[in-house]
């Protein structure tokens, strides 16, 4: 958009004019910050978080990992993980600094998204700590970890997350998932689906029984994530609870959506992927659930 152009939408539209303003302004001081400032990212007694990136978004992904490290609670360990091996071996600058601070930059095969978790709970033998997933491209908040961490001490028995939408059901079995409505309460239920780029926390329980599941989504659902942690968690029995009353979304990183998956999955990559993962006996347990919760 030129800049004339650019002037004439912010003119009619000011909220976008003032969103982009605040996304200005926090990387130039996340910049900065990853500049100038040697605090470590990460802290004992936290959750484990884990994320991935890929592509051009390297390059970026230094803010949200930023804003995830000057959180009011820090991870006990801040991994990124990479399947590019040329990518690994050459770090932008930006990574470079934060592996000083802390931040731990592993090689693994190609899982698509699901290159956030699988390759930790793969690899670990024990898990005593929750583990919490966070995406590349968004600002977290100050206290988006401390949220995670307390919503995991009060229900230690669920999956906690700031982002789900309720699964909706018809005659066949579960409905399109552009049908699936945001969430709009705290109870927990099977019939809440949680959505990972606001971030989820994993209790120790379920995480042994992915590394059990190992890479079944290959054949099912390749490039949707959330749907196969969500099947598991209903297999294991885990229900899934939102933090707050009302679904919350974080700004993200300008220059990163045009490469995400969200847009081939909402043009019904979801609905395919939905079929192939969900057996009867998973659409028997979200039947017996009700949906007012």
Not at 19 to 33: D, P, Q
Not at 147 to 168: D, H, M, V
Not at 227 to 236: C, G, N, S, V
């Amino acid at each position: 958009m030129r800049l004339l152009g650019k002037i004439q939408y912010y003119l009619h539209n000011p909220g976008d004019f003032i969103e982009a303003s605040v996304k200005a302004i926090l990387m130039l001081y996340l910049t900065g910050r990853n500049r100038f400032c040697f605090s470590p990212v990460v802290f004992p007694g936290g959750p484990v978080v884990s994320l991935t990136t890929h592509g051009r978004r390297i390059a970026r992904a230094h803010f949200a990992i930023e804003t995830i490290g000057k959180g009011k609670l820090r991870p006990s360990r801040l991994i990124l993980w990479l399947d590019d091996i040329n990518a690994f071996q050459n770090l932008p600058e930006t990574l470079r600094r934060l592996e000083h601070r802390g931040l731990e930059v592993r090689l693994c095969k190609d899982y698509g998204p699901h290159k956030k978790y699988f390759p930790y709970v793969e690899r670990e033998s024990e898990f005593d700590t929750p583990l919490v997933t966070a995406d590349d491209d968004i600002f977290y908040p100050r206290t988006w970890l401390e949220g995670l961490a307390e919503a995991f001490r009060k229900n230690p028995e669920t999956i906690n997350c700031y982002f789900a939408r309720k699964i909706q059901m018809d005659a066949r079995g579960l409905a399109c998932f552009s049908d699936w409505r945001e969430c709009t309460t705290t109870l927990a239920s099977f019939r809440h689906h949680a959505i990972g780029m606001s971030g989820v926390i994993y209790p120790p329980k379920i995480l042994a029984k992915l590394k059990l599941a190992g890479a079944g989504f290959i054949n099912c659902c390749p490039r949707a994530d959330d749907l196969w942690l969500h099947a598991q968690a209903i297999r294991a029995g885990f229900k899934i609870r939102q933090v707050t009353h009302h679904a919350l979304r974080f700004l993200d990183v300008p220059g990163t959506r045009d490469s995400g998956l969200w847009k081939q999955n909402l043009k019904g990559g979801n609905d395919e992927q939905v079929r192939s993962t969900y057996t009867p006996a998973d659409l028997a347990i979200l039947r017996c659930e009700s949906i007012a919760a």
